[in-house]
């Protein structure tokens, strides 16, 4: 096993930003069942280390490839760009406006008088979002136009850090 | 004329015969070991036919220590050398261990490597040691039952314990002399019991339900072609079925009005009788409670429980296992219709009320076919028969997570995550930093794990130190710190400076580890003080930002202040810096942000002023070809 190989490469996987979460799955379980340390317990030490650092390397690339934000993410780097890069924060205004209304939105929702339906009709609201943005990257990355890809999925991380605090809002009413 | 063969001692002759290995529960009242006989995982039984064996070590002074059922009749007659519960002691430091120390009649003396030692009749005991003698027995049992010496163990622990209390788990292993074939979380263990991976056809999501007599513990795993692997797990380490017997005796205790003050025989009585009514309304919708024996001078009437209201005590209780349920049901991300079977494990399962709840919760009855208090064991002896080879094809595979987040201390006291909880292991992350101050040349690396932001509310796993990075103004180093978690939850930890290549390293062998309460506690209140944390966050991070501009401008002044600047203008901007001293010392960060701009500002021309003066110093006498 090379963990020096891209993750679509291990999984047999095109390099692409469509991915196929079936095949990912079963390659991902029919590789661990293979690499796991617990394959080889009666092994030398090091073949145990070497055990340990495939299914690390394994679950990481699991976890990006399972992700659409994090693959985009992954398909850039890839290509040598760096999505995340801290001065890399110039933003539309419309967009800005957008999500700073939606943040204003979410701020409110606990005194609202049915927080969960309002959260109900946010969550389906950024689904929307996100999946229009997921195919914009898809189109984008597809025709090689990286520095649109690269602005997708820059408004793509900013939906769903708004999608984990409203998971995070549902949790606390839940109590 | 054929030789004999003749094996080594220990090694066995025949290549395919069968390996012994055993499933251990080390648990925190009593202790199974299991192993799977003809295709059959069942608990092994002592001499006296007895499967359970109590987790009670007493140290004589001259003889080999009691373990089990003897050591458990002294009690209350040798306190101070029988050891229970050693399991709440593994992986803890000496304060950890004052905190429950009013339940524990032992002399505890700190110790260097940071979990406390119990004096004994027969000297100083660590609770690796006595944990190792509980082990020894386990052992023992196992090797006269199956009949030959052990290849190794698979031993179990909560899935929420942590690094410090995994390690301090093996090394009880070691001391002991077993192989470890593995460290495997109970609610895994517990799935593994029922077999469910052997219908080639059944996969989906599982819960495993675990509420014992102080604990909950709830696991969402996912279970398809042979591979467990655990999506989340969450509960409350404060919760079980101990609360039932309490809150049915507190209600006993305001029903026949029973004066407040009760002395310790009577509050055994009235737990006592809590328990007995408990089990009887298994069976019956009412039963009379007896006072008859009351360890007091009044007489009370018999009083009648129903089931009604019985479960009108219960509910609450249970209520919040539920909810910790639908929790961690969310951190999974499945709804409660997409679990397909529901194990119970743990004692109080066994309550009626609690496999209501749970079975109204999922729309569906929960399995109890295996005793809940074996059905750990049994899952860890399959998981040992695989381990030691003795299954071949299609193999179990149990894939884990983090129970709890890993992260270092930044500036200011904060945490930064590295991992997150829940992630599945091993995994390998890492994560860059950087130096703080022009020619730093060491830098403290200080491991944490929880989920609170802010150091002081997490526990500290390990500090090492990075020496001899080389000398660079703050933030060109590049210092990368590598995490490693193994299947067992075992972690390690590495550190590199990338430019010259100096690196440092450990194994996070933890002094001490993390109080149940206080991990229950730490995942809550990582929940309820999101808001503190984020204005606690905020104001370290506005701190840390007013110690370098003041720290930057002290000693631009002291190199060229008296140079470039009036004696006027100095003082105006040293009074500046007070006042951002003076709002940096407080606890509002929207001031010193505020404060921090004003400053910015009142030291502008004079950043403008030394930059020209470092430019035309640095081409005086210079001509223009020379650039």
Same mark, same amino acid.
């Given at each position: ?175 | ?436 101050? !022009?020619? *730093?040349? @060491?830098?403290? =690396? ?6 609170? &932001?802010?150091?002081?509310?997490? %526990? +500290? #796993? ?53 109080? !149940?309460? *206080?991990? @229950?506690?730490? =995942? ?6 999101? &808001?503190?944390?984020?204005?606690? %966050? +905020? #104001? ?88």
């Amino acid at each position: 096993m090379d963990i020096s190989q891209d993750y679509f490469s291990c999984y047999g996987l095109p390099c692409d930003f469509a991915v196929d979460l079936a095949v990912l799955r079963q390659s991902h379980r029919r590789l661990q069942q293979q690499h796991h340390p617990d394959r080889f317990v009666s092994q030398p030490d090091s073949e145990q280390r070497r055990a340990v650092q495939i299914t690390a390397y394994l679950n990481q690339a699991y976890a990006t490839l399972l992700e659409p934000l994090k693959r985009g993410i992954y398909l850039l780097q890839l290509q040598g760009m760096d999505p995340l890069a801290p001065n890399n924060t110039q933003m539309p205004m419309d967009f800005l406006l957008q999500q700073i209304e939606l943040r204003e939105s979410l701020e409110d929702m606990p005194r609202a008088q049915d927080p969960e339906a309002e959260i109900d009709v946010m969550t389906s609201r950024l689904q929307l979002q996100a999946s229009q943005l997921e195919n914009e990257f898809a189109q984008a990355y597809g025709s090689s136009d990286f520095e649109i890809a690269e602005k997708t999925v820059r408004k793509l991380q900013f939906i769903v850090k708004l999608q984990q605090q409203l998971d995070a809002l549902e949790g606390a009413l839940l109590d | 004329m054929a030789l004999l063969q003749i094996a080594e001692p220990g090694q066995s002759a025949k290549p395919h015969q069968r390996k012994l290995a055993v499933g251990i529960d080390l648990g925190t009242t009593h202790s199974l070991v299991a192993s799977v006989r003809s295709g059959q995982a069942e608990t092994l039984p002592n001499s006296r036919g007895e499967h359970l064996l109590p987790s009670v070590v007493r140290y004589l002074a001259d003889e080999l220590p009691q373990v089990g059922v003897k050591a458990q009749a002294h009690l209350v007659d040798d306190a101070a050398n029988t050891v229970m519960s050693v399991k709440r002691l593994m992986g803890r430091g000496i304060e950890d261990v004052k905190r429950l120390g009013e339940n524990m009649p032992y002399l505890f003396e700190a110790c260097d490597q940071g979990m406390p030692l119990i004096n004994t009749v027969s000297g100083l005991k660590s609770p690796v040691q006595v944990s190792a003698d509980i082990l020894r027995a386990l052992v023992q049992r196992g090797e006269s039952s199956l009949g030959g010496e052990l290849v190794g163990a698979v031993i179990t622990v909560p899935a929420y314990f942590d690094d410090a209390q995994r390690q301090a788990t093996k090394d009880a292993a070691q001391l002991a002399g077993i192989q470890v074939l593995r460290l495997l979380n109970e609610p895994t263990a517990a799935a593994v019991a029922y077999g469910l991976e052997q219908d080639q056809q059944e996969h989906g999501t599982i819960a495993v339900f675990d509420l014992g007599g102080g604990t909950f513990d709830i696991s969402i795993l996912r279970m398809e072609q042979g591979v467990f692997e655990v999506l989340a797990t969450g509960g409350d380490s404060a919760l079980g079925g101990d609360d039932f017997d309490h809150a049915l005796a507190e209600w006993m205790h305001q029903e026949r009005q029973i004066p407040a003050k009760l002395d310790l025989a009577q509050q055994r009585f009235l737990l006592r009788l809590a328990r007995a009514g408990k089990e009887l309304l298994s069976d019956l919708q009412s039963t009379q409670l007896s006072f008859e024996g009351w360890p007091g001078t009044e007489a009370y009437a018999d009083l009648e429980l129903t089931r009604e209201q019985m479960n009108l005590l219960l509910d609450p209780i249970i209520g919040k296992a539920i909810r910790a349920t639908k929790r961690t049901l969310r951190d999974a991300k499945v709804t409660p219709d997409d679990v397909a079977r529901i194990v119970m494990v743990g004692g109080s399962t066994r309550s009626l009320r609690v496999q209501e709840r749970v079975a109204e919760l999922f729309q569906q009855q929960p399995l109890t076919d295996i005793d809940p208090d074996r059905v750990v064991a049994l899952g860890a002896a399959r998981q040992a028969d695989v381990l030691a080879g003795n299954q071949s094809g299609e193999e179990l595979l149990l894939l884990d997570v983090l129970p709890l987040s890993l992260g270092l201390e930044t500036m200011g006291g904060l945490v930064e995550r590295v991992i997150d909880r829940n992630t599945p292991i091993p995994v390998a992350r890492a994560q860059e930093f950087t130096t703080y101050q !022009d020619g *730093q040349t @060491a830098m403290s =690396i200080h491991v944490l794990q929880g989920e609170r &932001e802010l150091v002081q509310d997490c %526990r +500290s #796993l390990s500090r090492f130190e990075l020496r001899g990075i080389p000398a660079m103004t703050a933030g060109a180093a590049k210092i990368r710190v590598t995490f490693q978690v193994d299947a067992d939850g075992l972690l390690e930890v590495s550190a590199r400076e990338l430019t010259s290549g100096v690196a440092a390293s450990v194994q996070v062998k933890p002094s001490y580890g993390l109080s !149940d309460v *206080q991990i @229950a506690d730490m =995942i809550k209140a990582s929940w309820t003080n999101v &808001e503190d944390d984020r204005s606690a %966050r +905020s #104001l370290r991070e506005q701190q840390v930002e007013a110690d370098r501009l003041v720290e930057a401008v002290t000693m631009a002044l002291a190199e060229d202040g008296e140079r470039l600047l009036t004696s006027q203008e100095q003082q105006a901007i040293v009074n500046q810096m007070e006042q951002l001293v003076l709002a940096r010392n407080g606890q509002d960060h929207h001031a010193i942000a505020k404060q921090i701009e004003v400053m910015a500002k009142a030291s502008d021309a004079y950043a403008a002023m030394r930059m020209d003066d470092s430019i035309k110093r640095a081409l005086a006498g210079k001509s223009v070809d020379q650039l």
